[in-house]
């Protein structure tokens, strides 16, 4: 008897039982874990079901390779940080008239709140360094790390067609800029260098939302 669509949920084109996708949730974290903590060359899928409770080809289930997994990993660790920055920003008053910052900010793999090194920011690195190193890596990560500028790209023409930002300046070049900055200064907390105070970060968030006026 064929299944009941209400218990039924379609996922990369197959159907799964709902209560399977907790398996799936598994390996995610396991997954972000493994990752984060050895980094994406070290890591080994039978390493991540152990962490997942769950045998090595249980994985193939799912994913189609380590990086299969790295990428659906990757998502999983900037959504779950894209909510947390959400609500993080909403207390941030400082920055409440520049809607746009406030959305830029949002993307970024940590928040004030954030207690250390985010697995969100971990992934990043690894997904570039992977992307840099690994063929195989770079097909399936490139994709996710292209979609993450383009929302930056988005959130600054929406600005520029506002009247926020000068339609003058480079909506990539000023994506880039906002996405290498908290990328740059992950690497250097990872190297050992003391992370700069919210404050300091702030002030440079107004100063550049101030330079990007239009007439500035």
Same mark, same amino acid.
């Given at each position: 008897?064929?299944?009941?669509?209400?218990? =039924?949920?379609?996922?990369?084109?197959?159907?799964?039982?709902?209560?399977?996708?907790?398996?799936?949730?598994?390996?995610?974290?396991?997954?972000?874990?493994?990752?984060?903590?050895?980094?994406?060359?070290?890591?080994?899928?039978?390493?991540?079901?152990?962490?997942?409770?769950?045998?090595?080809?249980?994985?193939?289930?799912?994913?189609?390779?380590?990086?299969?997994?790295?990428?659906?990993?990757?998502?999983?660790?900037?959504?779950?940080?894209?909510?947390?920055?959400?609500?993080?920003?909403?207390? =941030?008053?400082?920055?409440?008239?520049?809607?746009?910052?406030?959305?830029?900010?949002?993307?970024?793999?940590?928040?004030?709140?954030?207690?250390?090194?985010?697995?969100?920011?971990?992934?990043?690195?690894?997904?570039?360094?992977?992307?840099?190193?690994?063929?195989?890596?770079?097909?399936?990560?490139l994709p996710r790390l292209k979609?993450?500028?383009q929302t930056y790209i988005d959130?600054?023409?929406?600005?520029?067609?506002?009247?926020?930002?000068?339609?003058?300046?480079?909506?990539?070049?000023?994506?880039?800029?906002?996405?290498? =900055?908290?990328m740059g200064h992950t690497l250097?907390?990872?190297?050992?260098?003391?992370?700069?105070?919210?404050?300091?970060?702030?002030?440079?968030?107004?100063?550049?939302?101030?330079?990007?006026?239009?007439?500035?």
């Amino acid at each position: 008897m064929p299944e009941s669509a209400s218990r =039924v949920v379609k996922v990369n084109g197959r159907n799964r039982r709902p209560w399977a996708l907790q398996s799936r949730d598994r390996l995610l974290k396991a997954a972000t874990d493994e990752i984060a903590r050895v980094g994406f060359d070290k890591a080994r899928l039978t390493d991540i079901a152990r962490l997942a409770g769950m045998t090595a080809g249980s994985v193939y289930t799912w994913f189609e390779n380590k990086e299969d997994l790295f990428r659906a990993a990757l998502e999983d660790a900037l959504e779950a940080q894209l909510l947390g920055n959400i609500h993080a920003l909403a207390g =941030v008053t400082e920055l409440h008239g520049d809607k746009w910052m406030i959305e830029a900010a949002s993307l970024v793999p940590r928040n004030h709140e954030d207690a250390g090194i985010t697995n969100a920011q971990k992934l990043l690195i690894e997904s570039y360094y992977a992307s840099w190193r690994d063929p195989g890596a770079r097909e399936k990560l490139l994709p996710r790390l292209k979609l993450h500028m383009q929302t930056y790209i988005d959130i600054i023409e929406r600005a520029q067609a506002n009247g926020a930002i000068d339609a003058t300046h480079s909506p990539k070049a000023i994506a880039m800029v906002l996405m290498t =900055v908290p990328m740059g200064h992950t690497l250097m907390n990872l190297a050992g260098m003391d992370r700069i105070e919210d404050s300091d970060w702030m002030s440079l968030a107004l100063g550049i939302s101030s330079a990007l006026k239009p007439g500035k």
